[in-house]
C-alpha cells in the first residue's frame, strides 16, 4: 500500500494547488442592465457594445485621433470593427446589449427605456468592464469609458463587486470626424439631404446639438420614429444632466465541476486509506 500512499500524497499536493488556482479566478454569470436616461423628446442609444476584459484593452483616448472603428461607431453606431479589435487584442468576453422591443427595423435603445443581456465572466482574464454607444441623432456623437481599468467588477481578493456607471452629459464625447452639421447624423429625417463632412479632429467632450451655419438642425428636428427631438430632453451639456445608466449585478457563481471532482476524490481516498493503507 505504500505506492498507494505515494499515489494519494502527490495527488492531495496537486489537488490543492487546483484549489488555489481556481480559488484566485472567480467565476461569475452577470446581468448588465443599459437604462436611456433621456426624458421624452431625448437622444436614443445605439446597442451598446460591453466588452469584459482584464484591464488593458483601450478603445479609446480623449485628446487623441479617433480609430476607423471608433470613427464607424461614433458616427453610424457600426460596431463591427470593435467587436474584431476586441477578439484580436483580448481574450475576454463582449457582446452586444440591444432593444429588440424598440423601433422596428433598429434595435435601438429609446428614451427612458431599459434592455439587458447575461454574460458569464471570470477574475482573471474578463473582471474589467468597458462600454460603447452612439447618441442619436448626432454626427458623431458617443458615450464609452476613455481608461480601460476604470470598472473593476472584482475586489482584490477575488469577490465580486458589481458596478452602478451613471453616465453624465459631460461624458458624452465627440469622435473628431465628422463636422456637426446634422447632415449625415442617423436617425434624423432629411439628414440624407447633403453628404457629411470630415472634420480631422480629435474625440474631446461634445459641446451639444447646435449645428454649423447652413446645416440641419437637430433640435426640432424629426426621428423616423415619430417623435421631435426637444431642446431641453435632449440637452445633455446641462449641469449634472444624466443620459444613461449601465448595472452590472451577479445572477450566480458557477460551480467548478473539477474543484468538486478533486473534493471527492480526496474524501474518497481518505476512506480507503483508513481501511487498507
Known amino acids: 500500500m505504500k505506492k498507494f500512499k505515494t499515489i494519494y500524497k502527490t495527488f492531495a499536493v496537486l489537488s490543492l494547488s487546483v484549489i488555489a488556482v481556481i480559488g484566485n479566478t472567480q467565476a461569475a454569470t452577470v446581468k448588465v442592465e443599459v437604462t436611456n436616461l433621456f426624458q421624452e423628446g431625448g437622444l436614443a442609444l445605439t446597442p451598446l457594445w460591453a466588452g469584459f476584459h482584464d484591464g488593458s484593452f483601450d478603445s479609446f483616448n480623449v485628446g487623441e485621433q479617433a480609430s476607423s472603428n471608433v470613427q464607424a461607431l461614433a458616427e453610424g453606431g457600426m460596431l463591427g470593427g470593435i467587436l474584431e479589435d476586441f477578439e484580436n487584442q483580448s481574450s475576454g468576453v463582449q457582446g452586444v446589449i440591444t432593444a429588440p422591443e424598440g423601433f422596428p427595423g433598429a434595435p435601438v435603445i429609446e428614451p427612458g427605456e431599459t434592455t439587458y443581456a447575461m454574460f458569464d465572466i471570470n477574475s482573471g482574464t474578463s473582471g474589467y468592464f468597458s462600454f460603447l454607444s452612439m447618441l442619436i441623432p448626432t454626427n458623431d456623437g458617443f458615450i464609452g469609458n476613455d481608461a480601460p481599468d476604470a470598472y473593476s467588477l472584482f475586489d482584490m481578493m477575488g469577490n465580486f463587486v458589481g458596478l452602478d456607471i451613471l453616465v453624465l452629459g459631460s461624458q458624452v464625447w465627440d469622435s473628431g470626424t465628422e463636422l456637426n452639421t446634422g447632415f449625415g447624423a ?71 465541476s473539477l474543484l468538486l471532482f478533486v473534493v471527492l476524490f480526496i474524501a474518497f481516498t481518505r476512506r480507503i486509506c483508513k481501511s487498507s493503507c
Open 186 to 256: 442617423p436617425f434624423l429625417i432629411g439628414a440624407d439631404g447633403q453628404p457629411r463632412q470630415d472634420e480631422n479632429g480629435v474625440i474631446t467632450q461634445h459641446a451639444g446639438l447646435d449645428v454649423l451655419d447652413g446645416g440641419l438642425p437637430i433640435i426640432g428636428g424629426t426621428t423616423p420614429a415619430g417623435y421631435t427631438i426637444d431642446a431641453l430632453a435632449a440637452d445633455f451639456t446641462a449641469a449634472g444632466f444624466e443620459v444613461a445608466r449601465i448595472q452590472i449585478s451577479q445572477v450566480s457563481a458557477p460551480a467548478t
